[in-house]
Every structure is written in structure tokens, then in C-alpha cells.
């Protein structure tokens, strides 16, 4: 009976990993990190398109730039980037 009921306590103690507070803690916190990855993820790609954006409208502007400089004055302007 000794043997039955320290069996019985060690299955108890090994069974107290699927508490349900604990695992629901757990999912709870699991949610929260995706969201938070999902949201990183987004602002890295918005970020991305803003950056091939920009580094796209450079030049554009370098050469509007020297389009209007050159038109104004009697130099030829060169802009290097």
C-alpha cells in the first residue's frame, strides 16, 4: 500500500506540468511574443520600402537638382552622390 501511494504522489508531482493556470500563463504569453514578432516583421518590411523608396528618389533628386542649378547659372553643376 506504502508502494501504491508514493507512486501515486510521484505521478502527481509529474503531472502538475499541465496545470492549467501555468499552460494558459504559457499560451497567453506565447500569443503576446507572436503578435510582437508579426509586429516586427511588418515594420521591418515597411522599412525596407521606404528605404528602396528613398534610395530609389536620390538620384531623382540629384539630377532635378542639378537640372535647375544649371538652367539658373552659367556653371554646369555635377552633384556626385
Do not use: G
Amino acid at each position: 500500500m506504502k508502494q501504491f501511494l508514493n507512486l501515486m504522489s510521484l505521478l502527481n508531482n509529474e503531472l502538475t506540468v499541465f496545470n492549467n493556470k501555468q499552460l494558459e500563463s504559457k499560451e497567453s504569453d506565447l500569443a503576446k511574443r507572436h503578435n510582437f514578432k508579426l509586429d516586427a516583421e511588418s515594420k521591418i518590411k515597411s522599412l525596407d520600402e521606404e528605404f528602396k523608396f528613398t534610395t530609389e528618389l536620390i538620384p531623382k533628386l540629384v539630377n532635378d537638382i542639378e537640372s535647375i542649378l544649371n538652367k539658373i547659372s552659367a556653371v554646369q553643376y555635377r552633384i556626385k552622390v
